[in-house]
């Protein structure tokens, strides 16, 4: 397939990366790093080199803190109300440029324009919802056993903090720590994937547009980000990090918080297992399904990674997930008939299919696979659905991250929840069952932080977002999220009795 860029489309491109600066937020305004080194943001869809951002070095980042360091006792002191005006405002002119900043995330992370499109709504939706948070969260008071003692506790914010976000949601996963933080009265430094600088930039000059103060926001694209990250935690003036991406670097990023004893959040990989029952309603598991793996080029932390199908339904259930397969159209994620983008870059793209290859070595067999373009320069994989997959496959074992879906039959509960539990990964589950029973029991048996019961998706900013054992620790979105930027202070008043 080939999709010819036509001249409006092509007027749209360049309209939309005009809109996202380039520079490193430091202070008020965008500007160079002070090395001058640049580093290029590529399409996926394509290879080619969109644009150039500017690449912090150890030292922007410290410049960064001591300017975060400087500014978080006036933010701290700002009513309450108007750091919800400035998030609120944030997310209606999102809204209002919706179309622009998804064709940059089109263009730079390679998603259908309909998937960026959810993404920022999503992402926007946070700093609605963290704005009306930002006058919510409160103390308490109350008298000690003995009587003689008022028990007053207040919510302070813990202050500077390092928020790392990863490439596959480049906006909603700033926003996700970026809302509650700010609500908090927390000063923030940003670092964006490298992949993915150009929508965390758009967003930090809505949030300026939208009145936050010089100082509050830094964003730092950088090409090293580990001596970047490393030089901002070993500095006492950061007390906070917040992290969202593999589990790998969340435990490297663990150990590195020791030093300074930061208060940490971890959200990190995933391995979600999408379980069908005998007695599920197998059309519905099918289209849900299909959204569960394959929403945003299945690059998602809460992405099924295996269906676990009941024998008895196997066949119902894979015969109808293939003729959906055979649906899928590949390309450019701004192609209007494009169901499955680009992966983000080549090197993915190889391990997605060292895995395919894998699971055929060990008897898997491909029930579909979807043609992808080809010479395009772009970094496509086709997408693949398995079958007869051993239980010792890579793919089974292995967060995926792409579109490769193996379905893999069980028959006893002990035996599946056996396996299942194995994993040291625990963030999601899906569950299609027409049992009430079943589904509460099976939830309550599954070890992971969230459980999609008869549906494909399940974020929602109203609900916790986290996971437990290798999958990191700390909730966001709901009303939870903002406590991860809030520390309480306990005021012992006398009152004698
Ligand atoms: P990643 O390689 O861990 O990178 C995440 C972020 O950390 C990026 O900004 C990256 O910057 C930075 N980074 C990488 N190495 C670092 C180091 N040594 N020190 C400091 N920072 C470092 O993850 P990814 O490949 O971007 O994202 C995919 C992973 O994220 C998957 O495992 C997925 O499950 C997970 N994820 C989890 C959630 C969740 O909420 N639980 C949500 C989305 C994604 P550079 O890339 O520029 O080096
Ligand atoms: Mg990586």
Redesign the pocket.
Known sequence: MTTTVTPDLAARISAALSHAPTGLLIGESFRPSSSGKEFDVNDPATGQRLTSVADASPADALEALETAHRSQKAWAATPPRHRGDILRRAYELILERKADLALLMTLEMGKPLVESEAEITYGADFLRWFSEEAVRFGGRASTSPTGDTRIVTVQEPVGPSLL??????PLA?GTRKIGPALAAGCTVIV?????TPLSMNALGAILIEAGLPAGVLSIIP??S??P???SLMSDRRLRKIS????????K??IRQSADQVLRVSM????NAPLIVCSDADVPHAAAEAMKAKLRNNG????AANVFWVHESVLAEFTAQVAAQFDELTVGPGYAAETNVGPIIDQRSADGLQELVEDALQRGAKIVSQRPSPENSGGSYFPPTLLTDVPRDARVVQE?I?GPIAPIVSWSDEDDLFNQLNASEYG?AAYLFTDDLTRARVFAERLEVGMVGINRGVLSNVAAP???IKH??YGR?GADVGINEYLSTKYLSVDAPL
């Open positions: 790392v976000t990863p490439w596959n949601f996963m670092k964006p994937a490298a992949l950088t090409s980000s580990s970047t990250v490393a992290f969202t991406g593999s589990t790998e670097v969340g490297q990023l959200e990190l990989g995933g690059e998602a932390c809460t967060e991250f963030l977002f986290g996971g999958s990191g966001e």
